[in-house]
Structure formats: C-alpha cells, structure tokens
C-alpha cells in the first residue's frame, strides 16, 4: 500500500526526471570541453560553457529535494550567465541561458514544498526544453563544439 506522501511525491519525481531528462540531453548534444583552437574566446567558452553544463546534469541527481534542485539550478542559472559565447553562436547559447533563466524564475517563485506547484514548474519547463527553438540551438552549438571544442 502506497501512503499519500509517497504518492504525492512520485508526480514531481516523474516532472523532476523529464525536465532533467530533457536538461541532460542538451549536455550530451552540446559536450564542451578544452578547446582546440587558438582562440582564447572560444576556449574560455568551451571550458565555462562544460562547467555550466556540467551544474545542470549535476542537478539530476537531486530530483528528489525539490530545495535542493531549486538551488542547483539557480547556481546553474548563474553560471549559464558568466558564459561569454563567441558572436557566431550567442543567439544559440542566449536560447539555453534564457531557458535556464525562466526555470530559475518559475522555481523561485514557489514553494519548493508545494509538491503540485513544483511539478507544474517542471513540466513547463519539460516542454520549453521540446521547443524548436531549443532544439535549433541545441544543433548550432553542437556544430560549433564539434569544429572548435575537444
């Protein structure tokens, strides 16, 4: 028998998991790391840009303490925003800050123990992160850490 905690619960767990699920594919579309051109900007955007990326899969494995999870991604949030994209990819990389940005936004303005209002969060987020939009820039910056990121 399930207790109607645990029952109240498996809904944002399943949220918590699709939103991240959708987070940690653009991770793996987008793998950044050292870069292998001479361009300062460009490595500093491969390695900023890694660590970023790196905070949001990090935050998969708190799906199961909203606060927690909360915080994660307004750190993420914050270091999406320290990222400085060259000028051929910042429409691109500006596309998964303001994604991040408005699920900090809409995570801030709850309860992160309102089980319901937690999950409505996620799911919005779940389906910004199936927009075309973020799929585009997902392709644009795969390119572009392909050519110049190892």
């Given at each position: 028998?399930?207790?109607?905690?645990?029952?109240?619960?498996?809904?944002?767990?399943?949220?918590?998991?699709g939103?991240?699920?959708?987070?940690?594919?653009?991770?793996?579309?987008?793998?950044?790391?050292?870069?292998?051109?001479?361009?300062?900007?460009?490595?500093?955007?491969?390695?900023?840009?890694e660590?970023?990326?790196?905070?949001?899969?990090?935050?998969?494995?708190?799906?199961?303490?909203?606060?927690?999870?909360?915080?994660?991604?307004?750190d993420?949030?914050d270091?999406?925003?320290?990222?400085?994209?060259?000028?051929?990819?910042?429409?691109?990389?500006?596309?998964?800050?303001?994604?991040?940005?408005?699920?900090?936004?809409?995570?801030?303005?709850?309860?992160?123990?309102?089980?319901?209002?937690?999950?409505?969060?996620?799911?919005?987020?779940?389906?910004?992160?199936?927009?075309?939009?973020?799929?585009?820039?997902?392709?644009?910056?795969?390119?572009?850490?392909?050519?110049?990121?190892?």
């Open positions: 028998m399930t207790s109607s905690r645990a029952a109240a619960r498996r809904p944002s767990r399943r949220a918590a998991r939103a991240l699920a959708g987070a940690a594919l653009l991770a793996l579309v987008v793998p950044l790391a050292a870069c292998s051109g001479d361009d300062e900007r460009v490595q500093a955007f491969c390695s900023a840009g660590d970023a990326m790196t905070e949001i899969t990090a935050a998969g494995s708190l799906s199961d303490d909203p606060q927690a999870f909360a915080d994660a991604i307004s993420a949030r270091q999406f925003d320290e990222v400085e994209a060259p000028d051929e990819i910042a429409d691109s990389w500006g596309v998964f800050t303001s994604t991040f940005a408005e699920l900090d936004d809409a995570l801030a303005d709850i309860d992160p123990t309102d089980q319901e209002a937690f999950t409505a969060a996620l799911q919005q987020f779940a389906e910004q992160a199936d927009s075309d939009d973020l799929s585009a820039a997902s392709d644009d910056l795969s390119a572009f850490t392909t050519e110049n990121c190892d």
